[in-house]
Nanobody
Framework: QVQLVESGGGLVQAGGSLRLSCAAS????????MGWYRQAPGKQRELVAA???????NYADSVKGRFTISRDNAKNTVYLQMSSLNPEDTAVYFC?????????WGQGTQVTVSP
């Protein structure tokens, strides 16, 4: 059974940084494309960043230049380094992967950015 467990969220002031982690189990992690999504109150869940099994990355326009997604296949973990945070980044952040066309999600981690 695939499990994704996020950590690293919290409260930070505008301009600050956080690093989110997502530990995966029950899957051949190195073969999986991984993604970070977020959902703010009253808004739809949106893709923030993604990384392929080969290390190719892509980002939402709103976070380009501020967020960096990376992966450590030895630790079965994907990271999201977030810098220059602003209140618009406040959301629950979710880790995601697809296995045999089935989506898997973590439980989410709250990120709150104060003005």
């Amino acid at each position: 059974q695939v499990q994704l467990v996020e950590s690293g969220g919290g409260l930070v002031q505008a301009g600050g940084s956080l690093r989110l982690s997502c530990a995966a189990s029950g899957t051949f992690f190195s073969m999986n494309n991984m993604g970070w999504y977020r959902q703010a109150p009253g808004k739809q869940r949106e893709l923030v960043a993604a990384i392929t099994s080969g290390g190719r990355t892509n980002y939402a326009d709103s976070v380009k230049g501020r967020f960096t997604i990376s992966r450590d296949n030895a630790k079965n973990t994907v990271y999201l380094q977030m810098s220059s945070l602003n209140p618009e980044d406040t959301a629950v952040y979710f880790c995601n992967t697809m296995v045999l066309s089935h989506p898997y999600w973590g439980q989410g981690t709250q990120v709150t950015v104060s003005p």
